[in-house]
């Protein structure tokens, strides 16, 4: 589950919970100055809901809500109270450094269909870091970057098929192969022409 969906299902939640908030008070009223009072009261409560469900990300909700009661009556009647109910959350995602990312957007590259697109994220650093795609056979078929890092950065790069001399690789499987300071890791692709 992703942290939008979750941040979705926590708002449900405190909107499921926002009744426990509600204040209805209670009143009679038998005013004997004019044929009508009218008081205004009006209370705001301000729980904070923190969730923090991975090392990536801080899901802050802050609801607030107001709650005015309406009191009218005659001299002659019972006074009516009507609540009303104002609730409101404003969700706040905050990313917290120090997950290394290694993402590809396709399994399966098709002729004529999207270029394949890598994600790298590197909190690790300095070091020496470098994307590569090998063959099956353990063949160099393109370096996508090859550096020395200085600081935590993110990559995108995308992947068309192609070898060092933009010619189309065969079909296969092929290995995306990442190097950081830290680590090494490597994910497959399938071509299909």
């Not at 923090?52 to 802050?60: G, K, L, V, Y």
């Not at 959350?89 to 697109?117: A, R, Y």
């Not at 090859?146 to 296969?172: K, R």
């Amino acid at each position: 589950m992703n942290n939008f969906a979750k941040a979705l299902t926590l708002l449900a939640i405190l909107s499921a919970a926002a009744p426990l908030f509600a204040q209805v008070p209670t009143a009679t009223d038998t005013p004997t100055d004019s044929p009508t009072d009218t008081a205004t009261n009006t209370a705001t409560a301000t729980p904070t809901l923190t969730a923090t469900d991975t090392p990536t990300a801080t899901i802050t909700f802050t609801p607030t809500q107001t709650n005015t009661p309406t009191i009218t009556g005659t001299p002659t009647d019972t006074a009516t109270i009507t609540p009303t109910y104002t609730p409101s959350c404003t969700p706040t995602i905050t990313p917290t450094p120090g997950k290394n990312i290694f993402d590809v957007s396709l399994n399966i590259l098709k002729e004529g269909g999207q270029p394949v697109t890598i994600h790298t994220g590197n909190r690790a650093y300095p070091g020496a870091y470098s994307l590569r795609i090998y063959n099956s056979a353990g063949e160099l078929i393109r370096i996508l970057d090859d550096q020395n890092l200085t600081i935590a950065t993110d990559f995108y790069y995308t992947w068309d098929g192609t070898n060092t001399h933009n010619e189309s690789v065969a079909s296969g499987v092929y290995l995306i192969y990442l190097r950081r300071p830290t680590d090494k890791a490597v994910k497959r692709i399938l071509v299909v022409r």
